[in-house]
């Protein structure tokens, strides 16, 4: 693992009413045509809305409802349901540091602390430049390489320690 | 890392690309059954294989194809169980990110047998990085004629789309990754109507992980008395072993299985790191009883783990050293599964959370000498009585830990916990 990851968010800011800019139509498409109904491109649909505006407000879960023809409700519901969908603005970087027990047991705890002591932040909280989210998060299926922790959508970053994820954050463009 | 046989080929340079996958072999097995030999004569092959379910519950694979109805005009598909969500496992990611072809030929093989006619891998959602490599080589198939209407010139349709959940433990149970997979919340559904009658859009659905996946072009390609060289009995073939903590060489190891457990960890993984002692050993991913260290000669397989008290599993190996605090442990998992409880049950939702705070409590030296009484009570009425296997799968770590060590909950009864080398670790380095 070298080299930077590329940002997969967008910075976070308003969104206004909304609809899908015509450059993510094709993937609209191609996404509703890999199900017999509309409804089971939820998820790919809430996926593509969170690469394009970093996070889920209200206006885009309603775009998602009505592009599968649902009500509103279903969409907040299922939004609500999954950890990984993004219900507040995050950071440019969202840092999510496994804590499970295989981490765990090779300082994940650790680990946390530093970055939180380093970017002065705490669980869920985004630095006041906007640049990073710190989250704690369950286990990511990286345990042979704990402590472990994933930067946005990239690949994970494995055995780690202070020295690795200072040289990390410090890659980050 | 090498193996027998999933892992035999697997850091040859390219293998991810299909020319290399076909250089090593790859989707002669399809071109050698598809259309040559019946979908029945697939299912008995399997079946007469021995292969078991690879996912963690080791159903019979083959026993489970034959479930689909035969003759139904209803769609019948075929989902791969890519979640990876128990904790302590990390095999199906590398199974794909190093030769995802090999998913593929073995899917396409898989809905052969089934005659099903689209297939379906449900990834974890922070696998994001790993669906652009599946899709990828998805691609390559189709664009290579492998995929698609006319599978190798055979007639046979096949089609094969990623979904790609959003964080959810409770998405590796099949019927919730039913439910995820048609948009819905991640919650399970009443079995029976088991999947293979009624599952993905209520029509007869197969759900199988993927390393059950990939011995299937293996097992249809040289046979099932070839297959069965690697194994037991009752245990056939081979497993890969996630193997996580303190130990010298962490990694996925594919062995055969009936292998002792002190083979793996000793001369594979080369034993503990840092002058450590070994204390516990978790077999099969976060949710099967662990082991003490004077178990350590158990072979791996499904029931001689069983005769000891805890089950295979997913493979997921989690090593503990005799430094780390066993409530501190527990009290880790059982955040864990609150946090993961979908709260559809009420055994479940409410049995995490009060076993968290009993932990919690035990372990920040507060703890009351009932607590540990009322914490078995608890697991022992979460057992066989919530709505899906979470709850058990909550529950079973718990009875483990006071069967074996239960001397160590009695002395946090009212002290804190002084030896704890996980909350004052330094850092993994590897040694």
């Known amino acids: 693992m070298s080299g930077a990851p590329a940002p997969h968010t967008a910075p976070a800011g308003p969104v206004g009413p909304v609809a899908w800019p015509s450059a993510l139509q094709p993937k609209v498409a191609e996404a509703l045509s890999h199900y017999p109904n509309r409804r089971s491109a939820v998820l790919p649909l809430l996926w593509i809305a969170q690469r394009e505006w970093g996070w889920l407000p209200p206006e885009v879960l309603r775009l998602v409802a009505r592009t599968v023809e649902l009500p509103d409700a279903e969409v907040f519901g299922v939004a609500t349901f999954y950890t990984m969908f993004n219900l507040k603005p995050v950071g440019k970087y969202h840092l999510q540091v496994c804590m499970t027990l295989s981490c765990s047991l090779m300082g994940a705890d650790r680990l946390f602390q530093h970055l939180s002591g380093r970017l002065g932040i705490g669980h869920g909280e985004t630095t006041p430049d906007g640049r990073f989210t710190l989250r704690r998060v369950e286990c990511l299926a990286a345990c042979g390489g704990g402590p472990c922790l994933q930067v946005n959508e990239e690949k994970f970053h494995e055995n780690l320690d202070e020295a690795a994820v200072d040289r990390l954050l410090e890659r980050l463009p | ?431």
């Open chain 2, 1 to 431: 890392m090498t193996g027998p046989l999933l892992f035999k080929d697997i850091d040859t340079p390219g293998l991810a690309g299909l020319d290399t996958y076909r250089r090593v072999g790859g989707y002669a097995t399809v071109l050698a059954v598809l259309g040559r030999q019946t979908p029945d004569q697939c299912i008995e092959i399997v079946k007469a294989s021995g292969l078991r379910g690879r996912g963690g519950a080791g159903f019979p694979t083959g026993l489970k194809w034959s479930f689909v109805p035969k003759g139904t005009e209803r769609p019948k598909y075929l989902v791969c169980n890519a979640d990876e969500s128990e904790p302590g496992t990390f095999k199906d990611r590398e199974l794909i990110e190093k030769n995802p072809h090999s998913l593929i030929e073995g899917m396409i093989l898989a809905g052969w047998a089934i005659q099903s006619n689209a297939g379906y891998v449900y990834l974890r959602g922070e696998f994001g990085w790993l669906q652009k490599i599946l899709d990828q080589a998805i691609a390559e198939a189709y664009a290579a004629g492998l995929l698609g209407r006319d599978v190798a010139g055979t007639g046979f349709r096949f089609d094969l789309h990623t979904h790609l959940g959003a964080g959810a433990y409770i998405c590796g149970e099949e019927t919730a990754l039913l439910s995820s997979l048609e948009g819905y919340r991640g919650q399970p559904r009443l079995k029976p109507p088991f999947p293979a009658v009624e599952g993905l859009y209520r029509c007869p659905t197969i759900v199988n992980n993927v390393e059950t996946l990939v011995n299937i072009p293996h097992i249809l390609g040289q046979g099932a008395a070839w297959y069965r060289q690697w194994g037991t009995e009752k245990s056939a073939g081979t497993k890969v072993f996630s193997v996580s903590g303190p130990v010298k060489r962490p990694g996925n190891y594919e062995l055969p299985l009936g292998v002792p457990l002190r083979v793996l960890l000793e001369e594979h993984c080369g034993g503990m790191r840092d002058g450590l002692k070994l204390k516990a050993v978790i077999p099969g991913g976060s949710s099967v009883p662990p082991l003490p260290a004077s178990l350590l000669d158990t072979p791996l397989d499904f029931e001689s783990m069983n005769a000891v008290g805890t089950f295979l599993g997913s493979g997921g190996v989690i090593v503990i050293d005799e430094q780390t605090c066993m409530v501190d442990s527990l009290w880790n998992l059982m955040r864990f599964y609150a946090h993961e409880s979908c709260g559809k049950c009420t055994p479940c939702r409410e049995g995490t959370y009060w076993m968290t705070g009993i932990l919690e409590r035990l372990e920040r030296g507060q703890g009351r000498a009932s607590d540990i009484d009322l914490l078995a009570d608890l697991a022992d009425n979460i057992l066989g009585r919530s709505f899906c296997p979470l709850g058990d799968a909550a529950a079973m770590p718990v009875q483990g830990f006071l069967k074996h060590f239960r001397a160590e909950f009695e002395h946090h009864v009212g002290q804190r916990c002084l030896a704890n080398r996980r909350r004052d670790s330094r850092m993994g380095v590897p040694a």
